[in-house]
């Protein structure tokens, strides 16, 4: 009886010094969260500091689409042969449109669009006939302050 109370006292001491961490294992413990939690931390304002940019773009995108689509949708030949007093509202003919920039979408009538005074127009319009046809490239150029430009061309005959 006495050796087993003895041995049964010796494995609880042996458990007892077993059971705690020491200050040293928990100092390194909390180095290595830190330095996990940094990296973790630093992949997570990244992405969100750029997570803006595909709508930003998906905006000028949809500009870009809606002036040219404005435009092409116009003739190729002016109807009335004159361009004298014309605003954008009255444009009548593809090349009217040649030169223009807009600081800030704005729409037929000349009324800014909320929310998008940050961007700015160009259209450019040129003659590319082809075999006797006639033909208009139009350039739309959307920029935002501080990116990048997205530009979309198209092409109109005159048939």
Same mark, same amino acid.
């Given at each position: 009886? &006495?050796?087993?109370?003895?041995?049964?006292? !010796?494995?609880?001491?042996?458990?007892? $010094?077993?059971?705690?961490? &020491? $200050?040293?294992?928990?100092?390194?413990?909390?180095?290595?969260?830190?330095? *996990?939690?940094?990296?973790?931390?630093?992949?997570?304002? /990244?992405?969100?500091?750029? #997570?803006?940019?595909?709508?930003?773009?998906?905006? *000028?995108?949809?500009?870009? @689409?809606?002036?040219? @689509?404005?435009?092409? /949708?116009?003739?190729?030949?002016?109807? +009335? %042969?004159?361009?004298? %007093? @014309? &605003?954008?509202?009255? !444009?009548?003919?593809?090349?009217? =449109?040649? %030169?223009?920039?807009? #600081?800030?979408?704005?729409?037929?009538?000349?009324?800014?669009?909320?929310?998008? @005074? +940050? =961007?700015?127009?160009?259209?450019?319009?040129?003659?590319?006939?082809?075999?006797?046809?006639?033909?208009?490239?139009?350039?739309?150029?959307?920029?935002?302050?501080?990116?990048?430009?997205?530009?979309?061309?198209? =092409?109109?005959?005159? =048939?």
């Amino acid at each position: 009886m &006495t050796v087993r109370h003895n041995m049964t006292k !010796y494995l609880s001491h042996t458990a007892l $010094l077993q059971a705690g961490a &020491t $200050l040293v294992e928990l100092i390194l413990t909390i180095v290595i969260i830190s330095v *996990a939690l940094s990296g973790i931390l630093s992949i997570v304002n /990244l992405t969100v500091s750029h #997570s803006a940019d595909p709508m930003v773009q998906r905006q *000028a995108i949809s500009i870009a @689409e809606s002036y040219l @689509e404005e435009i092409m /949708l116009l003739p190729v030949t002016d109807p +009335n %042969g004159s361009n004298a %007093g @014309e &605003t954008r509202a009255s !444009y009548d003919n593809i090349s009217d =449109y040649d %030169g223009l920039s807009d #600081s800030g979408a704005i729409d037929q009538n000349n009324n800014p669009i909320a929310g998008l @005074e +940050n =961007y700015t127009v160009d259209v450019t319009v040129t003659d590319d006939s082809l075999s006797g046809v006639a033909m208009k490239k139009i350039t739309v150029s959307v920029t935002r302050t501080g990116t990048d430009s997205i530009i979309l061309t198209g =092409y109109r005959a005159n =048939y």
